[in-house]
């Protein structure tokens, strides 16, 4: 069993910056792509930020030039750097580890809440 540990969420005034940060259980070399998600109130889940084992990044469309995912594979941990935040940035971040087509691993979240 995989476990994924999110942590850096919190409470910002907008124009701020978090850091979230997600520790893995296991090598994150050992999944295809790591990836982080979120969840505002009453919403789908959406994907925000995702890197493959090799290093190549994606980004959904509302995040990009704001944040940045990283990985520190010696630490197993994925980082997710958010700056220039928005309220509708305000969400439950969620930590995920992919095995393509097999298999999802999620962590239990962690909140970020920008204000106006």
């Known amino acids: 069993q995989v476990q994924l540990v999110e942590s850096g969420g919190g409470l910002v005034q907008a124009g701020g910056s978090l850091r979230l940060s997600c520790g893995a259980s296991r090598s994150i070399s050992s999944f295809d792509a790591m990836a982080w998600y979120r969840q505002a109130s009453g919403k789908q889940r959406e994907r925000v930020a995702r890197?493959?084992?090799?290093?190549?990044?994606n980004y959904a469309d509302s995040v990009k030039g704001r944040f940045t995912i990283s990985r520190d594979n010696a630490k197993d941990t994925v980082y997710l750097q958010m700056d220039s935040l928005k309220p509708e940035d305000t969400a439950v971040y969620y930590c995920?580890?992919?095995?393509?087509?097999?298999?999802?691993?999620w962590g239990q979240g962690t909140q970020v809440t920008v204000s106006s």
């Open positions: 995920n580890a992919e095995i393509t087509f097999i298999k999802n691993y």
């Open positions: 890197i493959t084992v090799s290093g190549t990044t």
